[in-house]
C-alpha cells in the first residue's frame, strides 16, 4: 500500500510527538521523585541504610524495585451528559482511593494538558498481567472513556512510602 508522503510526514510527526511526550514524561517524573526524596531527607536526617524498611518495601541491594506503570489514554468512549461525566469521574477517582488503600498503587495523577495521554498510575506489582486486572477495575477503563498502555518500569523503592506522605500535605481528600 502506497502512502503519500504528506501523510508520511503526518504519521512520523505523531510518532516524534508521542516520544517527545513519553521523554518528558519519564524527565519529570524523575524531577518529581528526586524532588520529593530531597523535600523527605530532613524527616529522615541523612539515615543510613535499613534493612527493616528495604526489605518492607521490597528493596533490592540498589534500593530499587520493579512497578508497571500505566499511560492512561482517552478512549473510545467519551460521550454522555456532563452529569454522567461527573459521576464517572467520581467512580474513578474512587477506584484510585480504593487501589491505593490497598497498597496495589503508590502514585496516580492526570497530565496538564488536553492530549490524548491523560494521566499515569504507577502500580506496585509484580507483573503486567496483576497490573491489567488492576486497571480493569477502574470504572472509566470499564465505560471505554480510558484506555490503559502498561509498561514495566524499574525505580527507588522510596515511591512505595509516597501515599503516606502525601497523607501529610492533603488537607482534603480528593
Do not use: C
Not at 523535600?39 to 534500593?63: F, H, I, N, R
Not at 490524548?116 to 472513556?145: M, Q
Amino acid at each position: 500500500m502506497h502512502i503519500p508522503s504528506n501523510q508520511n510526514r503526518k504519521l512520523s510527526m505523531e510518532l516524534q510527538k508521542t516520544r517527545l511526550v513519553k521523554a518528558s514524561f519519564y524527565l519529570s517524573l524523575s524531577v518529581a521523585v528526586a524532588i520529593t526524596l530531597n523535600l523527605a531527607t530532613p524527616l529522615v536526617a541523612q539515615a543510613e541504610y535499613d534493612d527493616v524498611l528495604a526489605a518492607k518495601v521490597g528493596a533490592d541491594e540498589y534500593g530499587m524495585k520493579s512497578y508497571v506503570m500505566a499511560f492512561l489514554k482517552k478512549g473510545p468512549n467519551r460521550s454522555g451528559t456532563d452529569e454522567e461525566r461527573a459521576r464517572l469521574q467520581r467512580a474513578h477517582l474512587d477506584n484510585i482511593g480504593r487501589l491505593a488503600k490497598e497498597g496495589k498503587l503508590v502514585l496516580a495523577g492526570p497530565f496538564l494538558h488536553d492530549g490524548e495521554l491523560r494521566g499515569i498510575y504507577l502500580f506496585d506489582v509484580k507483573t503486567v498481567e496483576e497490573a491489567r486486572e488492576l486497571t480493569e477495575s477502574d470504572p472509566a477503563v470499564k465505560a471505554g472513556s480510558l484506555v490503559m498502555e502498561l509498561v514495566p518500569w524499574y525505580g527507588s523503592a522510596a515511591i512505595t512510602q509516597l501515599p503516606e506522605l502525601h497523607e501529610k500535605f492533603a488537607k482534603k481528600p480528593i
